[in-house]
T-cell receptor, first 110, second 113 residues
Framework: DQQVKQNSPSLSVQEGRISILNCDYT??????FLWYKKYPAEGPTFLIS?????DKNEDGRFTVFLNKSAKHLSLHIVPSQPGDSAVYFCAASKGEKLTFGTGTRLTIIP | DTGVSQDPRHKITKRGQNVTFRCDPI?????LYWYRQTLGQGPEFLTY????????KSRLLSDRFSAERPKGSFSTLEIQRTEQGDSAMYLC???????????FGPGTRLLVL
């Protein structure tokens, strides 16, 4: 049972444009959501998070939006830079355990 | 470097051998987590410790797997009688009580031949 889903395995975006990565979840008990970025042969690096009591959190070029009624969250990166090319994982927590999606590979085209 | 560290970074072993991995968390973090990631999947939760107490274990953690955190600092994950299906990246993360964000180490990539 995949409780956290990232339905787009890959995404290509022109440098300087906005990248939008999407994530859906099924468990309404999740109370915290996080985005991680992962380069090959490295561990996931924390990017940004949002509590279930909020609908938006912004940190520099990164903004996460949460739509609880739709059980959907998205990560916006603007402007996109070549160094943003990586695999992005959405994660949700209930208690101590993080449940991850399968990731979206973002490629920024110069 | 004060991040999470893991050792070794890579391990190749033959089926049936035992392997042990080590994780050193961020020094002020009292919570430590182990995850496993296979190709094309996101990390999957295995177990977590608060200080030296192991508080939760996943169904994924069969009886061939054991994790310890004897002094509430570093942790070890041992896999006995390895199988080819154990081939994966084993990730360690840490956090502080009341902090939702988990910080990950670089992982140990295990290949069982």
């Amino acid at each position: 049972d995949q409780q956290v889903k990232q339905n787009s395995p890959s995404l290509s975006v022109q440098e300087g444009r906005i990248s939008i990565l999407n994530c859906d979840y099924t468990n309404s008990m999740f109370d915290y959501f996080l985005w991680y970025k992962k380069y090959p042969a490295e561990g996931p690096t924390f990017l940004i998070s949002i509590s279930s009591i909020k609908d938006k959190n912004e940190d520099g070029r990164f903004t996460v939006f949460l739509n609880k009624s739709a059980k959907h969250l998205s990560l916006h990166i603007v402007p996109s830079q070549p160094g943003d090319s990586a695999v992005y994982f959405c994660a949700a927590s209930k208690g101590e355990k993080l449940t991850f999606g399968t990731g979206t590979r973002l490629t920024i085209i110069p | 470097d004060t991040g999470v560290s893991q050792d070794p970074r890579h391990k190749i072993t033959k089926r049936g051998q035992n392997v042990t991995f080590r994780c050193d968390p961020i020094s002020e973090h009292n919570r430590l987590y182990w995850y496993r990631q296979t190709l094309g999947q996101g990390p999957e939760f295995l177990t977590y410790f608060q200080n030296e107490a192991q508080l939760e274990k996943s169904r994924l953690l069969s009886d061939r797997f054991s994790a310890e955190r004897p002094k509430g600092s570093f942790s070890t994950l041992e896999i006995q009688r390895t199988e080819q299906g154990d081939s994966a990246m084993y990730l360690c993360a840490s956090s502080s009580s009341g902090q939702e964000t988990q910080y990950f180490g670089p992982g140990t990539r295990l290949l069982v031949l």
